[in-house]
């Protein structure tokens, strides 16, 4: 089931992919248009998510293991979906997600080893019907996001989280497993070259988002915003 009135696209791929920084950059495009745009993210983007991604991000509950994690995440989504993003879609915004549910699939059921059945009962209860309208699947290779992400934290940004402390090869696994939920939903997954210039990534992403936002006719609209 998709949103009744808004339009939903998340963001997904590896580390180092620059989600962040596209995400910010089609926010900006679309607000400077005059769409109500809410940008989130996960895990958190609400009062309750933000508690349990601190849990998550640090470590502190990889003791317990992927299962625990896996419900965690879980907890945090639906927390978001019920609080956040229903109410914005049903406001007609468009709701701009970094990370969402395809990271649960890859990140716990792939590389953490999980059930699919278990995955997916977990992501019916946590999205309850909420489902992306669009997922743009930034792709590079796993040496080339690790590099970037080294950087990033290099430069004092943030330190890696317990996540990103993983090898190469894991990374390279989770790759493959983003392309293969692309593979199986062509309808709502779009794969990108991450690899290309930050501006002809932001092109390509806003022609896809485009052709999506022209059909919705009851968008919110609001004074554009500007830059
Ligand atoms: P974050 O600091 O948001 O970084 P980024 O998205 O830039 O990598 O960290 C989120 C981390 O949590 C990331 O390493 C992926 C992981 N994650 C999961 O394992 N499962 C999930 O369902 C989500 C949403 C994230």
Redesign the pocket.
Same mark, same amino acid.
């Not at 993210?41 to 958190?44: A, H, K, Q, T, V």
């Not at 989280?161 to 990103?164: H, L």
């Given at each position: 089931m998709s949103s009744a009135t808004g339009l939903f696209v998340t963001f997904e791929g590896g /580390?180092g992919a620059g989600? +962040?920084t596209q995400i910010r950059r089609l926010a900006d495009v679309l607000r400077s248009r005059g769409h109500d745009v809410l940008l989130t =993210? /996960?895990?958190?983007g609400s009062p309750g998510a933000e508690a349990v991604r601190h849990v998550?991000?640090s470590g502190a509950a990889e003791a317990f293991g992927t299962r625990m /994690?896996a419900i965690l #995440?879980a907890a945090a *989504?639906n927390d978001h979906v019920e609080e956040v993003i229903r109410p914005a879609l049903e406001a007609g915004r468009i709701v701009l997600c @970094? =990370? #969402?549910?395809d +990271? +649960?699939r890859v990140?716990?059921g792939i590389t953490g080893n999980l059930e699919p059945d278990f995955i997916e009962t977990l992501q019916r209860v946590a999205v309850n019907g909420v489902m992306p309208d669009c997922t743009l699947i930034l792709d590079l290779p796993a040496r080339a996001g690790l590099e970037r992400?080294r950087r990033r934290g290099a430069a004092g940004d943030?330190a890696p @989280? *317990? #996540? /990103?402390k993983e090898e190469v090869e894991t990374h390279e696994k989770r790759r493959e497993a983003f392309l293969d939920i692309a593979a199986r939903e062509p309808e709502r997954c779009h794969v990108v070259n991450a690899m290309q210039g930050e501006q002809a990534l932001a092109d390509e992403i806003l022609s896809i988002v485009d052709q999506l936002v022209a059909p919705v006719t009851d968008l919110k609209m609001v004074e554009p915003a500007h830059e």
């Open positions: /580390e989600k +962040s =993210r /996960e895990p958190g998550l991000l /994690e #995440f *989504r @970094d =990370r #969402f549910m +990271s +649960s990140y716990q992400a943030v @989280d *317990r #996540f /990103e």
